[in-house]
């Protein structure tokens, strides 16, 4: 069975600060997907990024960058210089193959961007 | 950019009451799913559906839920006779078919309450 763990409950950081939100995940499945939502408080899942297994390669997006790791099952994401609307809880996500699949989701980070 | 829709946005009902939850999947996509999240925690599966049939569900999705896709649009959640732990935000999403990477979208959720 799969599992996320995302071990930081909550975050807070001022305005401009790098923040780093971290996720482990476990599978016996060699080939899968991670994903990144974001949970503004208005309650919507906000779809961030879809990562294969077999892609390693870090990868950057404005102010937002992920580094997955298969050696540590890794997959982390950073927000460069953190703004107030970045504040709402990220969910990391793992789904294995197969186009109906499931996704596992971990229990959440609420990350706090304090002006 | 296409989206998916969910009504109500808020429902509150009285336990032992039927309740139908009602999701606009994206026009393109044929699998559907629910999840849902109980006030602070992680985001849960419950169910997928494919080709009109349930693909997987979960041990919550008991005898006291069924979906239903009853015309070309819609697809819907009922809760039977809701319980007091039926509160929670129930989300819909959907997927492409053929993409084995399938990223799920989700709708803006609906908030049950069940008193």
């Known amino acids: 069975a799969q599992k996320v763990t995302q071990a930081q409950t909550e975050i807070s950081v001022v305005e401009k600060e790098d923040v780093t939100l971290d996720c482990v995940y476990e599978?016996?499945?060699?080939?899968?997907?991670l994903f990144w939502y974001k949970q503004p408080p208005s309650g919507e899942l906000v779809f961030l990024i879809r990562?294969?297994?077999?892609?390693?390669q870090n990868e950057i997006s404005g102010r937002y960058s992920w580094n997955f790791q298969k050696s540590t099952s890794s997959f982390n994401f950073t927000i460069t210089a953190s703004q107030v609307v970045d504040s709402a809880v990220y969910f990391c996500?793992?789904?294995?193959?197969?186009?109906?699949?499931?996704?596992?989701f971990g229990k959440g980070i609420t990350l706090s961007v304090r002006p | 950019e296409p989206e998916v829709t969910q009504t109500p946005s808020h429902q509150v009902t009285q336990m032992g009451q039927e309740v139908i939850l009602r999701c606009v999947p994206i026009?393109?996509?044929?699998?559907f799913y629910w999840y849902r999240q109980i006030l602070g925690q992680k985001v849960e599966f419950l169910v997928s559906?494919?080709?009109?049939?349930?693909?997987?569900k979960s041990e919550i999705f008991d005898d006291q839920f069924s979906v239903e896709r009853p015309d070309g649009s819609n697809f819907t959640l009922k809760i039977r006779s809701t319980k007091l732990e039926d509160s929670a935000m129930y989300f819909c999403?959907?997927?492409?078919?053929?993409?084995?990477?399938?990223?799920?979208?989700f709708g803006p959720g609906t908030r049950l309450l069940v008193l």
């Open positions: 999403a959907s997927s492409e078919a053929q993409t084995a990477s399938g990223t799920q979208y």
């Open positions: 599978t016996r499945d060699t080939t899968y997907y």
């Open positions: 990562r294969n297994s077999f892609d390693e």
């Open positions: 996500a793992l789904r294995l193959t197969g186009a109906n699949s499931k996704l596992t």
């Open positions: 026009s393109n996509h044929l699998y």
């Open positions: 559906f494919y080709n009109n049939e349930i693909s997987e």
